[in-house]
């Protein structure tokens, strides 16, 4: 072949070149995914949270003495991650269960967190600062799966850019802060919306797997057991073998808690020991939902000043009853969007801890209740639900910065 013909040899210049158009064009079919987009908007908000934590933490004093660290020392920007709960979740990954006979057990604390944080925290070393660094990488990721999760189911009702709102409110709602902190409400969340997504689409097995580790994660999870047998039920329709096989995985769904009832029970002797042991919180069932919205109103119509400013517990009792509230009046139109479904899963997790007749840890309970966020994500006009988003996000910033101080709104 004459010389001329010859191709001549790519320069640097030109395999930069290539490189960057090529890069140019991943990034650019990246920013049109809508799940690009979700894992991106996930990770901004919890590095921004955290950088927000850290100056409140630095700004404003302790409301009460700090009862841990998360290093050896205190430190105003890992601190930050730690509080109340966080504690009992780092015994149980540090030293596992122990049964207190009559007292508060950590047996209220269900496994599947506590145990992601002891295998993570043994694979990056062990020792005190690594568990929970790890309680804060298994909330973190599970938080970014549960919103790709969100925007996947929701996608099942909605258009697209209305899933992708969901996620916005699912992630400024004024307790979200609990999905990026040593707790497992990231988790149970991811739990949750992939078992409805799971008995939605007809992954059966994805629905039951799921579902079962929901129910091992946190006690309320079995109360989404009629919810997903109804959900089940209505994808299934007239197909026979759809149906045996949704009855099977919806069967297996309660065997997170099962398996860990018969833990405790050669704990303790009694299967249902972690029922005990949450009652030793203060915390009771079967009473009237409504007692403790009856007993805030009665104080805030007949005495609003003097409630708010010598009752020590007012103020946050206020921001739990007004999230209980508004999740109870949003069940209608939940059912009017997504479903009966997912009003009976509401109205289970409303009643279980509203029963209890306190207030106290019902915004956190009411973070995961997600079909609430397919509501608001289609709430109209525009101004409307533009006022929604800002008044979430800055009782977001009041609520993280009242939990960093310590704060009782756990």
Request: aromatic share 18%; with cysteine.
């Amino acid at each position: 072949m004459p010389d001329d013909d010859r191709q001549p040899p790519p320069t640097a210049r030109t395999a930069v070149a290539l490189l960057f158009a090529r890069w140019s064009g991943f990034a650019r079919r990246a920013a049109r995914s809508a799940t690009f987009r979700i894992v991106a908007f996930s990770i901004a908000v919890r590095v921004f949270t955290a950088w927000m934590a850290f100056i409140v933490n630095v700004v404003f004093p302790l409301a009460q003495k700090q009862q841990f660290t998360v290093l050896d020392r205190t430190h105003l920007f890992w601190d930050t991650f730690a509080r109340y709960d966080s504690g009992w979740y780092f015994g149980i990954a540090r030293y596992g269960y122990e049964f207190v006979e009559g007292g508060r057990s950590n047996l209220a604390f269900f496994p599947v967190y506590p145990l992601l944080m002891r295998y993570v925290g043994l694979a990056l070393g062990g020792g005190r600062q690594n568990l929970y660094l790890a309680g804060i990488i298994i909330s973190w990721v599970a938080y970014v799966l549960a919103m790709v999760m969100l925007y996947r189911l929701g996608k099942t009702y909605l258009s697209g850019p209305s899933a992708e709102r969901a996620v916005v409110f699912a992630s400024v709602f004024p307790f979200a802060f609990f999905y990026g902190v040593v707790y497992s409400e990231a988790s149970f969340l991811l739990f949750t919306v992939t078992a409805f997504y799971g008995f939605r689409t007809k992954r059966w097995w994805l629905g039951a797997i799921a579902g079962a580790l929901a129910c091992a994660t946190r006690v309320n999870g079995i109360m989404a057991l009629p919810a997903l047998g109804l959900l089940a039920w209505q994808t299934a329709g007239h197909d026979v073998g759809a149906r045996r096989k949704a009855l099977a995985a919806v069967a297996l769904v309660p065997l997170g808690l099962v398996l860990y009832s018969g833990y405790v029970e050669t704990l303790s002797g009694s299967y249902f020991e972690w029922a005990h042991s949450i009652q030793r919180w203060n915390y009771s069932i079967a009473g009237s939902p409504f007692r403790a919205f009856a007993f805030l109103l009665s104080e805030l119509l007949a005495r609003p000043y003097e409630y708010m400013t010598t009752n020590p517990t007012a103020p946050y009792d206020v921001l739990h009853g007004l999230t209980g509230f508004a999740f109870i009046l949003s069940l209608p139109f939940v059912g009017r969007r997504v479903g009966g479904a997912y009003v009976v899963y509401m109205a289970l997790n409303l009643w279980l801890p509203l029963s209890s007749g306190v207030l106290e840890g019902v915004g956190r309970y009411c973070a995961v209740l997600f079909p609430f966020y397919f509501v608001m994500a289609t709430v109209r006009p525009f101004i409307l639900r533009a006022g929604l988003l800002a008044a979430s996000a800055a009782l977001y910033m009041l609520c993280l910065a009242l939990w960093v101080n310590l704060h009782p709104i756990f």
